[in-house]
């Protein structure tokens, strides 16, 4: 098979030379707009579902929603290994985490089937509503909203109608969230003791602030179901009919009369004022009260094009919100992305040029440098290829698993190109007759045949890791996979474009010794270390003993 292989390649050399400029190119254009992350998606599957309900305590929301929902509606789901709940007062949230590997739009698509049941539930709670899928690593920007002439209720109603909506629109978020968000509320306050004093009680209360608005979330209310408005008919149009309140602010409410006292206003039995709900939390921006919008990304979404999308929206938003300031770097991931591969970028440069020097003062041979650095180049083209057609985001566990294969390609390049051009010299200096194609597959499938039998026993060893579950394995199997299909890729690379190259370049030089200075007095002390501890092999038994003791 190897010699089919490496023939073929020998036949076909200016097309396999062809091909390699071309994945050269494809390497240097494309891969290098892979896009990037921190770290590998490591969270199972999952899928969450909430359900809001106004006015239950935790023990309420329990009973009534989340577990009849886990129970009955989501007990069951295919492909779900487990089930989390959480209820707290007004809110019932299930986590159905699926089995590793599943397609989470498939898990979506048969946990919606199950909400379809929702008519199994008590009427005391709003539809549950599936959260969008977020990334492992879902935040890719915190921005800080402040502003001295606005108050944090006018900047809430900014950020909330005007801010969020237009980040939700850009591709690839999955949410933003508003932290220390104070909504807008007209409240009406009461004293029990004053109501009990005029007589009033609180459904009375709590009916006319109800009613007095165009709708309200309170079920048993006549304004949770607004009226129509209909029409007005005249010889030549006809007029819709709308409903128009006069109720702006807490003046107008405090006016209404009371529901079975038509003799009172609201606000003689109570106070009536506009501010906001009770905060759980709050921001902060230095160390005043503030907003801060909190956006999340899909798991398939790359942070740095995210990232630019969303500061692109700002930049358009920032003319209509004038008087307010937007912080977007108190926390940018993509800052740190792109400084640390621009570091690491840097970093394979500086080692790309020792290494060239390393070879070119170890060989003295350019014709070898050219086949070996053209090999290198191309197994790593290979193998970022592969990882570009399978939509790999180029991630630390990624550039670790080709850093770790770095030193086999080169390994593997050098084994490859110096015994060709061992074969090639000796055959030279011994006068030998027959064909240079013949001499250089020869020389690779020797080379290659027990480079082979040891790419194999490597990938085996590392085969269990695939099967890892859990976060251990989320975080192994990217950098296995590289590793892997780097080690496939100089494989390919060593019996395709090394023959290729060789056999174009190589043979008009291998005639002539070119042995380095540097690489015999390496040859002459590995000779004198080899001699003594074959002489007296019991201090080195002794070491090796040593050191694997301590290991």
């Not at 400029?21 to 494809?26: I, M, Y």
């Not at 309900?53 to 492909?79: F, K």
């Not at 408005?229 to 807490?250: E, F, S």
Request: proline share 5%; glycine share 6%; with cysteine.
């Amino acid at each position: 098979m190897l010699r089919w292989i490496v023939g073929t390649s020998m036949r076909l050399r200016h097309a396999v030379v062809a091909a390699t400029a071309l994945l050269l190119v494809f390497g240097f254009l494309r891969l290098t707009e892979m896009p990037v992350d921190t770290l590998p998606e490591f969270s199972r599957p999952h899928v969450e579902i909430q359900a809001e309900a106004l006015g239950l305590s935790a023990e309420e929301v329990e009973a009534m929603i989340t577990t009849p929902m886990e129970a009955d509606m989501l007990n069951g789901t295919p492909w779900v290994e487990e089930i989390r709940s959480q209820s707290s007062p007004g809110l019932a949230s299930i986590v159905l985490v699926f089995e590793d590997g599943t397609d989470l739009l498939r898990a979506r698509q048969v946990a919606q089937e199950r909400l379809n049941e929702i008519y199994a539930l008590p009427n005391v709670s709003r539809p549950p509503v599936m959260l969008n899928p977020r990334s492992s690593t879902s935040r890719v920007m915190e921005i800080g909203l402040t502003s001295p002439s606005m108050s944090l209720i006018e900047m809430s109603v900014l950020a909330r109608w005007t801010i969020a909506p237009r980040l939700m629109g850009v591709p690839g978020v999955a949410n933003v969230s508003i932290w220390g968000q104070r909504e807008r509320q007209l409240q009406v306050q009461v004293d029990p003791e004053k109501l009990r004093d005029q007589g009033v009680t609180l459904a009375q209360v709590i009916s006319t602030s109800g009613n007095a608005l165009w709708s309200s979330p309170i079920s048993y209310l006549e304004a949770s179901t607004p009226g129509t408005g209909g029409w007005i008919d005249t010889p030549n149009q006809r007029l819709g009919v709308r409903h128009l309140l006069p109720i702006t602010g807490a003046d107008e409410l405090a006016l209404v009369a009371l529901d079975g006292d038509p003799s009172r206003r609201l606000g003689d039995v109570a106070t009536v004022v506009e501010d906001h709900q009770p905060l759980i939390g709050d921001a902060l921006v230095g160390d005043e009260p503030a907003l801060m919008l909190v956006v999340e990304k899909f798991p398939w979404a790359n942070t740095v094009e995210v990232t630019e999308h969303v500061e692109e929206a700002l930049a358009a938003l920032r003319p209509g919100l004038s008087g307010m300031t937007l912080d977007s770097e108190l926390y940018r991931p993509a800052t740190y992305l792109e400084q640390a591969f621009s570091n690491l970028g840097t970093a394979l440069m500086v080692g790309s040029v020792l290494g060239l020097l390393a070879l070119v003062a170890l060989v003295l041979n350019w014709r070898v440098a050219i086949v070996s650095i053209v090999s290198i180049l191309a197994s790593l083209c290979a193998a970022g290829t592969v990882l570009y057609v399978r939509g790999t985001y180029i991630n630390m566990m990624v550039a670790a698993g080709l850093l770790l294969a770095m030193g086999i390609i080169i390994d593997d390049v050098v084994v490859d190109v110096d015994h060709i051009r061992r074969r090639l010299r000796k055959r030279s200096e011994e006068g030998q007759t027959g064909s240079t194609a013949a001499v250089i597959r020869d020389a690779v499938v020797d080379a290659r045949t027990s480079l082979l039998y040891a790419t194999v026993m490597m990938a085996m060893f590392v085969t269990p890791i695939f099967f890892l579950r859990g976060v251990t394995g989320a975080f192994t199997r990217p950098m296995v996979t590289t590793y892997v299909l780097a080690f496939a890729a100089s494989t390919l690379v060593a019996l395709t474009t090394t023959v290729a190259l060789s056999l174009f370049v190589l043979p008009e030089g291998a005639s002539r010794r070119s042995d380095s200075p540097l690489l015999a007095r390496f040859q002459r002390a590995w000779d004198a270390i080899s001699a003594r501890i074959a002489g007296s092999p019991r201090p080195a038994f002794v070491a090796v003993s040593v050191l694997a003791l301590l290991g």
